[in-house]
RNA sequence: GCGGGCGUGGCGGAAUGGUAGACGCCGGGGACUUAAAAUCCCCUGAGCUUUGCUCGUGCCGGUUCGAGUCCGGCCGCCCGCACCA
C-alpha cells in the first residue's frame, strides 16, 4: 500500500453507495438471528441536522454496528416527526406551502444523514405528515375513541386574538402571544381528550420495571403521575353548606386549625360577591410570579372569611381563609390546614396567630414537646382523642374508616396526571377523523374513506385555521345519516404521532398500521437514545398510547421501550464583544482562538465566555456539513464519542477535531504497515490486542463510548511500538474492526487495502481466546503503612507466602521499614501487599 | 423550598475499597527538513533540601491494614419541578 492519506472526500461517498448498493443495513423480519432494535428520537425536518442530531445518531450507529458484528438482526430506522408549527411559521413568512417546505428539508436532511455514514434501513424511512402514516393513526384514533378511550369536552385554551389562533403554553411569553404581542385570552373550547388517566395506575407501576432507564427520569414521570391517596371529606360551614376538603394526612385531623380555599373556588368567588376586600384579595392572589422558585419563597397571604367550618370530630368552629397557597386545579381545591405538621400551614398559622397544635410526635413521651416548625414525619398520634398512641398509617386507615362510616368522607386517590388534550385549532397536523352531523352528533369517518387527506390548496396567509375558512373541505355528508354535516377541523397534537412511530418501523403493511406479530418480534425497542427534554411528556404518552393499543388489542407489547438513554447536549465557547452597550456575539468560523485568547481576524479582542449549549442566538454553533466536508464523517464521528461520558455534555473544540483527524491518518498508516511476510511471536501483543476486544466490547455495551475510544488509541500505541511479527499482523486487523462501528469509512477501506473478503460491516466481531485475557506476570504495590514504597512483578497466582516475601525483600521496602516491627501483613493476591508495623 | 445529579491536573475525563490522574486536548523540549507542512520521540499534578521525600480527588470528621470510592455533617455548581394538601 501506498504512503498516502486517507482521503474521506472520496471514500466516504464510495463506501455510503456500496452499502446502499448491497442494501447492506435492511433489516429482515423473518431472520432467524436474534434481534436489536436500535433507535434515536426521529427529528423534526427543521431544514439542517444540528451537531447534537449528529451525537445523538452516532451513538446509536455504533450500537447497530456492534450488534450486527455480534450476529444480531439489526433494525436501525430512521424518519420524519413532519408535523408542526415550524411549517406553518415558514409559510407565513415565506410565502411557502408547509408541504413543500417539510419536504425540501426532509431531502436537505436526508443528504446530510447520508454523508454521516449512518447504517440505517432507509426502506423503512416515513413521514408523519404522509397521509400513508397519518391515515393510520386516525385508524388507530377511532379504534381508541370505540374502546371509550377518547372524549370531547370543554376546555380553556390560549387564544391569540391577533393571530387567531391557539397557543401552547410555551408561545405565551409574559401573558403575550410570542409572534402577535397581544394579550392572550383564556377560552373555553371543545376539544378531544386521550384518556390517559384511566392508566395512571398501570404506567406507574410499569416504571419499577424499566430499570433499563434512568433513574432520573423515572423520578420525574413519578412526580408527572403524582398519586396520592387520603382523604376526601365534607365541611359543614356556619351557612349550612358543605365545604370538600382533601387531605393526604387524615391521622392529624385534630391538629386542624383553619380550613383554606383557592382564590377562584367556589366558595371564595361567592364571598367577594359581597365584600370588595375579599375580592381585593383575590385579585391580589393573581399577580406575581409563578415560576416553582418564586411560589415557594413568595409570602403566605389569607383573607379571613368570616364564615366558619365544624370539624367533623370536635365541633370545633375553624375559620374559613381564602389563601394564595391554595390551588384550585389538586384536590378539591379546599384543605384542612394543619399547622403543626404541613410547613406552609405553619408558616400562615405563625403569621395570622392562629392555633399550632402537636397531633403527631415521634413517641408518645414527646406528646408535649414545642414546635418551632412544622413536624411532617410519621410517628405516633397525640393529643388526638381515640387516635392516641396510633402509628401514623394506622389512624390514617382509622380515620378514613370513621368518616366512611358515618358518610361524612371517604378515602381517595388523587392523581396530578391530567388526561391528554390532543386538539390543535392548526393546518399543519394530523386531521382528527370525525364528524358533526346536527342529527347525530359526533361520527366517526367509516375507515373505508381514510385518511382523511388535508386539503392542499390552503390559504395560509391570513390568520387562523386555513382548514376552517376552505371553501369545500370541511362540507360534507354525515356517513351515518346522509345528511349535510362538517368535518371536525383541529388536527392531533404532534405527540401522537410520535408515540407510535417505533411500531410502523417495525412493520408497515399498506392496509393497516401495523402487524402486530411483526411488532412482537421486533419490540420493545432495545435501546432508545436521545434528549432528556423529553423524559416527560413524549416517552410518557408513548408509553400510554401502547398500553392502551394493547389494551383493546391491538398489540401485545405494553411497555416500547426497554432501555433508554438520555444524551448530553453538545456545547462550545462563545465569543462576543460590547458594541453600542450590546453585547454582539461572532461565530467560531470569525474568531481566530489562540491559547490565551480571541480575536476578530482583523485583531479587535474579544471575551471569550463560558461553555455553554449551542445555540444560534449565541452564535457558537458549528454546522456538521462544514467539518464533514472538512474532516470526513469518521473524524466527525470519533470526536463525537470521544473523552465526554455520552451522557455528559461534550465541549466542542477545533483542537479536539484536529486530533481526531490526527488519529484517521494514523489508523490508516498503521493499516498500510500490514506486513505478509513477517515472522517471529509477540505474545505480550497479542494479550494486549485481546485484551482490548473484550473491553472495547464491554465499554459499547456500557455506552461508555469514551472508554472505548481510549481502549482503540492504547492498542494503537502498542501496534506502533511492536517489530513486525503475525500477532502484530492479527492487531492490526483487530484494530481495524475494533474501529470499524465507530469510523465505519476508514475500516472499510482499509479492510479492502488489507485484502479482505466483503464489507467489514458485514464482518464479525472478533473472537477473543480466554487464555490471552489474563496476564501471566502481574505488578504487585507494595505497601507500608496504606502507602506505595515500591512496585514488583511477581508471576500471576504466586502464593500469600512468596508475595510477602518478595515485598520484605524489596530494598525500597527495608528502607521504609527502618527496623521496626512487623505487626501485621496484609496481601492481596495479584494486587498489593501492605505491611503494617 | 423540594427532588435528582455532580465536585479528580491548565481542559475533557479514567480508576470491582487496593499503584490516583488511563486516554485525549493544550503546553514545553527535541528529531527529520534548505524551509514549512506532515510525522516521530521525550517531558508535562504541586512542592522540596531531587539516587529520593512530602503533599494532593470541594471542606470537616468517621469506618478500614488501606478511602476519589463507604458512612455522617457542611460548602459549591448543574438539571428538573408541583406551594400537590
Not at 405538621?341 to 405553619?346: A, K, L, Y
Request: net charge negative; charged share 25%.
Amino acid at each position: 500500500m501506498s504512503e498516502t492519506r486517507f482521503d474521506p472526500s472520496q471514500a466516504d461517498g464510495r463506501w455510503q453507495r456500496a452499502w446502499d448498493e448491497a442494501q447492506t443495513f435492511r433489516a429482515d423480519d423473518a431472520s432467524e438471528r436474534p434481534r436489536c432494535y436500535v433507535l434515536e428520537m426521529f427529528p423534526y425536518p427543521s431544514g439542517r441536522i444540528h451537531i447534537g442530531h449528529v451525537r445523538n445518531y452516532t451513538m446509536g450507529d455504533v450500537i447497530a454496528r456492534y450488534k450486527r458484528m455480534r450476529g444480531h438482526e439489526v433494525l436501525h430506522p430512521m424518519g420524519w416527526d413532519a408535523f408542526g408549527m415550524p411549517a406553518e411559521n415558514a409559510a407565513i413568512e415565506q410565502k411557502v406551502h408547509p408541504r413543500s417546505w417539510t419536504y425540501q428539508n426532509i431531502a436537505n436532511m436526508k443528504a446530510q444523514l447520508k454523508r454521516l455514514g449512518f447504517a440505517l434501513d432507509w426502506s423503512r424511512e416515513l413521514a408523519t405528515c404522509d397521509p400513508a402514516y397519518y391515515g393510520h393513526e386516525q385508524a388507530l384514533f377511532i379504534d381508541l375513541y370505540e374502546a371509550g378511550l377518547v372524549y370531547r369536552k370543554e376546555s380553556a385554551v390560549n387564544w391569540d386574538p391577533v393571530d387567531q389562533t391557539v397557543l401552547a403554553n410555551e408561545q405565551v411569553i409574559d401573558g403575550k402571544g410570542w409572534r402577535s404581542g397581544a394579550p392572550v385570552e383564556k377560552r373555553k373550547l371543545s376539544q378531544w381528550f386521550l384518556k390517559i388517566t384511566a392508566f395512571a395506575q398501570e404506567l406507574l407501576d410499569g416504571l419499577d420495571k424499566l430499570d433499563g432507564w434512568p433513574e432520573k427520569v423515572r423520578v420525574m414521570q413519578e412526580n408527572w403521575i403524582g398519586k396520592s391517596q387520603g382523604l376526601q371529606f365534607g365541611f359543614t360551614l356556619s351557612d349550612g353548606s358543605k365545604l370538600e376538603v382533601y387531605t393526604t394526612r387524615p391521622d392529624t385531623i385534630f391538629g386542624a386549625s383553619f380550613v383554606a380555599v383557592a382564590p377562584d373556588h367556589p366558595v371564595a368567588q361567592a364571598v367577594a360577591e359581597n365584600d370588595p376586600q375579599a375580592a381585593a384579595f383575590i385579585e391580589l392572589c393573581k399577580q406575581g410570579g409563578t415560576t416553582a422558585a418564586e411560589l415557594e419563597t413568595a409570602e403566605k397571604l389569607g383573607y379571613d372569611t368570616g364564615l366558619k367550618a365544624i370539624h367533623p370530630f370536635t365541633n370545633d368552629r375553624l375559620p374559613v381563609y381564602i389563601a394564595n397557597f391554595v390551588l384550585m386545579e389538586y384536590g378539591t381545591g379546599a384543605i384542612m390546614a394543619v399547622p403543626g405538621h404541613d410547613q406552609r400551614d405553619f408558616d400562615f398559622a405563625s403569621k395570622y396567630g392562629l392555633p399550632i397544635r402537636r397531633v403527631i410526635a415521634p413517641s408518645a413521651a414527646e406528646a408535649g414537646a414545642p414546635l418551632s416548625e412544622a413536624y411532617t414525619g410519621d410517628g405516633v398520634c397525640v393529643n388526638s382523642d381515640f387516635l392516641d398512641t396510633m402509628p401514623t398509617d394506622v389512624a390514617k386507615r382509622e380515620v378514613i374508616g370513621r368518616a366512611e362510616q358515618h358518610r361524612w368522607g371517604e378515602g381517595r386517590t388523587v392523581w396530578r396526571l391530567r388526561d391528554w388534550g390532543v386538539s390543535r385549532q392548526r393546518y399543519w397536523g394530523t386531521p382528527i377523523p370525525f364528524i358533526h352531523c346536527e342529527k347525530c352528533g359526533v361520527v366517526a369517518v367509516p375507515k373505508d374513506q381514510l385518511p382523511v387527506v388535508l386539503p392542499e390548496d390552503v390559504d395560509i396567509s391570513q390568520p387562523g385555521n386555513p382548514l376552517v375558512r376552505h371553501p369545500t373541505w370541511k362540507h360534507v355528508h354525515c356517513p351515518s345519516c346522509g345528511g349535510a354535516a362538517v368535518r371536525e377541523t383541529d388536527t392531533l397534537d404532534t405527540f401522537v404521532d410520535s408515540s407510535w412511530y417505533f411500531l410502523r418501523f417495525a412493520s408497515q403493511p399498506a392496509d393497516k398500521p401495523f402487524d402486530p406479530e411483526v411488532v412482537a418480534k421486533w419490540l420493545p425497542v432495545d435501546q432508545y437514545i436521545g434528549g432528556i427534554e423529553h423524559a416527560i411528556l413524549h416517552l410518557l404518552y408513548a408509553r400510554f398510547w401502547t398500553r392502551a393499543l394493547a389494551r383493546i388489542g391491538k398489540l401485545e407489547v405494553t411497555e416500547p421501550f426497554a432501555s433508554l438513554f438520555t444524551q448530553g447536549m453538545v456545547t462550545h465557547e462563545t465569543y462576543s464583544r460590547e458594541e453600542h452597550g450590546r453585547e454582539v456575539f461572532y461565530s467560531p468560523g470569525d474568531v481566530l482562538r489562540t491559547a490565551t485568547g480571541a480575536t476578530l481576524k482583523d485583531g479587535s479582542p474579544l471575551t471569550i465566555g463560558r461553555v455553554i449549549k449551542m445555540s444560534k442566538s449565541k452564535k457558537n454553533t458549528v454546522d456538521p456539513d462544514e467539518i464533514v466536508a472538512r474532516y470526513g464523517a469518521d473524524a466527525v464521528r470519533w470526536f463525537m464519542l470521544s473523552d465526554s461520558p455520552p451522557e455528559r455534555d461534550l465541549p466542542w473544540s477545533e483542537a479536539g477535531i484536529e486530533g481526531c483527524w490526527r488519529f484517521v491518518q494514523r489508523l490508516w498508516r498503521l493499516f498500510g504497515q500490514h506486513d505478509a511476510g513477517a515472522s517471529g511471536e509477540d505474545k505480550a501483543l497479542a494479550r494486549k490486542t485481546h485484551q482490548a476486544i473484550a473491553a472495547v466490547a464491554e465499554d459499547i455495551e456500557a455506552l461508555a463510548f469514551n472508554k472505548a475510544v481510549a481502549r482503540i488509541y492504547e492498542l494503537t500505541s502498542a501496534i506502533e511500538k511492536a517489530p513486525p511479527s503475525a500477532e502484530r499482523n492479527a492487531a492490526i486487523r483487530t484494530a481495524l474492526l475494533l474501529a470499524a462501528p465507530m469510523m465505519p469509512h476508514l475500516a472499510e477501506e482499509g479492510w479492502a487495502a488489507l485484502g479482505q473478503q466483503g464489507l467489514v460491516a458485514d464482518a464479525s466481531w472478533p473472537e477473543t481466546d480466554p487464555a490471552l485475557l489474563v496476564e501471566d506476570e502481574v505488578t504487585i504495590a507494595i505497601q507500608h503503612k496504606g502507602k506505595l514504597r515500591d512496585t514488583l512483578t511477581a508471576p500471576k497466582g504466586a502464593s500469600t507466602e512468596a508475595l510477602e516475601a518478595l515485598a520484605l525483600g524489596s530494598e525500597k521496602v527495608q528502607r521504609s521499614l527502618g527496623g521496626a516491627e512487623v505487626r501485621k501483613v496484609i496481601v492481596v493476591p495479584d494486587r498489593l501487599v501492605n505491611i503494617v508495623t
